[in-house]
């Protein structure tokens, strides 16, 4: 007899830096598997990748697409893109682009 045999710890499909209060993510390092959950988040990255109205395109879009892909994994709080409008340029409010972070 031996001792129980222990599953396997899943390895995460998407890597990024801990943020901190008052600061964002940052798209310049990112691991990503590849798996479904991998995939759909660079599916995610890229359709957004391509919407001109962005303030900071590649990194709002990252932004994004981490949100809503957290929100589809969440029961409780799923996301409905409530950080979108922050992200988007609005030359009449004088937006920006730092303040997508906050």
Known sequence: ??????????????VVRDVYP???T?????LIR?????RLFLELLLEKATWGQMLLW?????DESILELLGLESRDEPYES???DSALMDPVRGQLP???AH
């Open 98 to 100: 730092a303040e997508f």
């Open 22 to 24: 008052r600061q964002a």
């Open 58 to 62: 590649d990194q709002s879009a990252f």
């Open 1 to 14: 007899c031996g001792a129980p045999r222990r599953r396997p710890r899943r390895l995460p499909d998407l």
């Open 82 to 84: 409530s950080c979108l």
């Open 34 to 38: 590849n798996s479904a959950r991998g």
């Open 26 to 30: 940052n798209i310049g390092t990112v």
